[in-house]
């Protein structure tokens, strides 16, 4: 569709206009020299298209995107079983607080804040022989390119920088909600949040969120589509740390930030979206990519209404 194809250079250029505001994160050192003047944004439509522009092909730290990916491996492996461990709730804090895990003994509120996706990797750890691996080579599979790397530098500064999570990881062990070692746990953690993807990757790879499970680039379904539902509903209430209040409201699909600058996002039954632009507000969201989601938002709902 050549209209896809525009709308895209059109939020291409639009979204530009926001670069050099928000900050890029430097917490990690190896992310604090990206280069903030880059945008990319993919459209991957449910009938395998694929629409890019401007830095669409560019391979990005893919972060806490990554936290998509262990969920669905982990709900494949564990099913309901693993609600035992981590909650399904919104919360309201950090994405890396120490005090709500203190107070609610151990139990992350959801998969997608630090202490979830820890607790989440502990899981695979205990069912993988190299759980970061397996991961990096399902989203060769779900993306379809076979050049897909875990990133060793910046995997290497997120473990000199990993005081506050290692901190995290501790005091989950500490109420019994961590089975293996501590940094075991900690490296499988930080290699899947190191893999390198660009825009088109993840838009590809992500879109069996879209299309009820189905893997466009494995031709075959990858998960069921309740579990695909599932994984929306999560990132939806929980995919934006502490705004996703704000960006259900500015933009209204399921998402799922990283601190290297990419938001994935979801059109269930249609297509798989991913922005990406290393400068992020306050939230730790990338200003310019949220801002390209909420351009094709509403040009979705001028489409629909016809104007
Ligand atoms: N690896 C990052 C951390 O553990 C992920 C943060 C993010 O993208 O939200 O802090």
């Not at 709900?75 to 035992?84: A, F, K, P």
């Not at 609610?104 to 509120?109: A, D, F, S």
């Not at 209204?252 to 632009?277: D, H, M, Q, T, Y």
Request: charged share 20%; glycine share 8%.
């Amino acid at each position: 569709m050549v209209k896809i194809q525009e709308w895209v250079e059109d939020i291409n250029e639009r979204a530009r206009t926001k670069l050099g505001t928000g900050r890029v994160a430097d917490y990690i050192p190896a992310l604090a020299e990206q280069d903030a003047n880059k945008f990319g944004i993919a459209i991957c439509t449910n009938e395998g298209e694929v629409y890019a522009a401007g830095d669409a092909q560019e391979p990005f730290s893919i972060q806490s995107i990554s936290k998509v990916f262990l969920l669905t491996l982990s709900l494949r492996v564990y099913g309901n079983e693993l609600w035992e461990r981590v909650g399904l709730n919104p919360s309201g804090m950090p994405f890396n607080s120490l005090t709500q895990l203190e107070a609610e003994r151990g139990k992350p509120r959801n998969p997608f804040i630090n202490a979830g996706a820890i607790v989440v990797a502990d899981r695979l750890v205990s069912a993988f022989a190299t759980p970061s691996k397996h991961l990096r080579d399902v989203a060769r599979k779900l993306s379809g390119n076979e050049s897909i790397l875990i990133d060793a530098r910046v995997q290497e500064s997120e473990w000199q920088h990993r005081s506050r999570n290692a901190a995290m990881a501790y005091l989950m062990k500490s109420f019994g909600n961590i089975d293996n070692d501590v940094d075991q746990v900690l490296h499988s953690y930080f290699s899947c949040c190191s893999l390198a993807m660009s825009c088109v990757d993840l838009a590809v790879a992500l879109n069996y969120l879209a299309a009820d499970g189905h893997a466009q680039a494995m031709g075959e379904p990858f998960i069921a589509p309740d579990l695909a539902r599932k994984i929306n509903s999560i990132m939806f209430t929980c995919g934006m740390y502490d705004a996703a209040g704000d960006f259900a409201y500015r933009v209204g699909l399921p998402a799922k930030s990283g601190v290297g600058g990419g938001i994935v996002a979801i059109v269930p039954g249609k297509l798989s979206v991913c922005a990406w632009s290393p400068a992020l507000d306050e939230n730790g969201n990338s200003v310019a990519a949220q801002y390209a989601l909420e351009l094709l938002a509403e040009e979705m709902v001028r489409q629909q209404l016809g104007h």
